[in-house]
């Protein structure tokens, strides 16, 4: 079965310090794979998605971007953190097999 | 206006109502579509999922589809404590290489035991 790990679940980072999120998918290969940021009462934001190693495709200019080193990794960045990059980090992936989205559970990003 | 129209309540209902939560759309070309279930301080998980027009039914959960209307439905029956989280809906146009998901805001749903 395939199984979608994200890490950390929480994280309090200053204003101007990097970021990394990490996002891997066990159990398939070559999925499409996501980056959504959940503010707190709104949507779903997509940021990023790739449907393949080093193919990142952005959604909505920003202060972060994306990498896919490995097939089951996908890499969320920063340099230099915002205070409007709180919010609540969704990795997700799907294949051609799939319903919809598998999302991780999440990791909660405080920037103060 | 928003592809994807999604009231985000709060609603709050009593144990053992029936629950309708809704979604309206505009873009026609939508012919796949998902409800998602968020727990507090989760990720969403797929709850339903339909293609086209119809009525799906799972357990105490019913999706309906009226693509005529471009309106969305999810019905629960015998609504529990444990149903309370956010609902929100999803909708793609096809299986294209990335498949990619249009969401509601979500409804924040409280079932009161």
């Known amino acids: 079965s395939q199984t979608i790990h994200q890490w950390p679940a929480t994280l309090v980072q200053p204003v101007g310090s990097p970021l990394s999120l990490e996002c891997t998918v066990e159990?398939?290969?070559?999925?499409?794979l996501y980056w959504y940021r959940q503010a707190a009462g709104r949507g779903l934001q997509l940021l990023f998605y790739?449907?393949?190693?080093?193919?990142i495709s952005s959604e909505v200019p920003q202060n972060l971007s994306a990498s896919r080193p490995q097939d089951r990794q996908f890499i969320l960045s920063s340099k230099k953190l915002l205070l409007s990059d709180s919010g609540f980090y969704l990795c997700?992936?799907?294949?051609?097999?799939?319903?919809?989205?598998?999302f991780g559970s999440g990791t909660r990003l405080t920037v103060v | 206006q928003k592809e994807v129209e999604q009231d985000p309540g709060p609603l709050s209902v009593p144990e053992g109502a029936i629950v309708s939560l809704n979604c309206t759309y505009s873009?026609?070309?939508?012919?796949?579509f998902m409800w998602y279930r968020q727990y507090s301080r989760k990720g969403p998980e797929l709850l339903m999922y339909?293609?086209?027009?119809g009525n799906k039914e799972d357990g105490r959960f019913t999706a309906q589809v009226d693509k005529s209307s471009k309106y969305i439905s999810l019905f629960i029956r015998d609504s529990q404590p444990s149903d309370s989280a956010t609902y929100l809906c999803?909708?793609?146009?096809?299986?294209?290489?990335?498949?990619?998901?249009?969401f509601g805001s979500g409804t924040q749903l409280t079932v009161l035991p």
């Open positions: 997700a992936w799907s294949s051609w097999f799939n319903y919809g989205y598998t």
């Open positions: 159990g398939t290969s070559n999925p499409n």
């Open positions: 790739s449907v393949g190693i080093g193919q």
């Open positions: 873009n026609s070309a939508f012919q796949y």
């Open positions: 339909t293609y086209s027009s």
């Open positions: 999803a909708m793609s146009e096809g299986s294209g290489s990335a498949r990619q998901l249009t």
